[in-house]
Structure formats: C-alpha cells, structure tokens
C-alpha cells in the first residue's frame, strides 16, 4: 500500500481511540453549555427577585414617607385646636396595617 493510499484510508476511517475522544469531548461540550445556560437562568432569576426587592423597596420608603407627612399635618392641626389632649382626636386613632 503506497504512503498516499495509507494517509487517504486514514483520513475517512480516524482509528476507534480518536471517534471515543470525539465523542467524550461532544459530552463534555454539551455538558458546558448545559451549565452555561443553567447559570443564566439562575442569574436571571436573581435579578428579577432583586428588582420586585428594590420595587417593595420603594413602596415602602413612600408609604413611611407619606405617613410621617399625614402625622406633622394633623399635629399642627392639633395643636392649632386646643390646649387639651385626649384618646377621642384625630392623631389618637390607630391607622389600619398597609400591606407593603
């Protein structure tokens, strides 16, 4: 057999030990891309909790905000009343929970 026959036969039969490395490194390719994209789900998934944490974030900064406005509004009221204090005025009513 000439060396051009030779390397030709080689060329389109690779031995068996290099087809088993094709296809350990085919796996291994998939299994990294497998990864790869399970990682990105993940990281997707972070940061949409952290965004709906920084939302409830913001709702509650503005409700407190809004509370502390409501409590100085009807102290100067208040205090613009009377001399008198007692559990029958405004500021002595227990404002119902907010769900935040």
Known sequence: MSLVAALNLQQ???PRRQ??????????????????????MWQQQVWARQVENLTALAQANAVSQAALEWTRMILAEDLKS??????????????????V
Do not use: N, Q
């Open 82 to 99: 009377g001399d008198i204090d007692h559990p029958g005025e405004v500021w002595a009513t227990v404002v119902p929970a907010l769900p």
């Open 19 to 40: 087809r088993g490395i094709a296809v350990i490194m085919a796996i291994l390719i998939a299994a990294l891309a497998a990864s790869v994209a399970s990682f990105m």
């Open 12 to 14: 389109f039969h690779p």
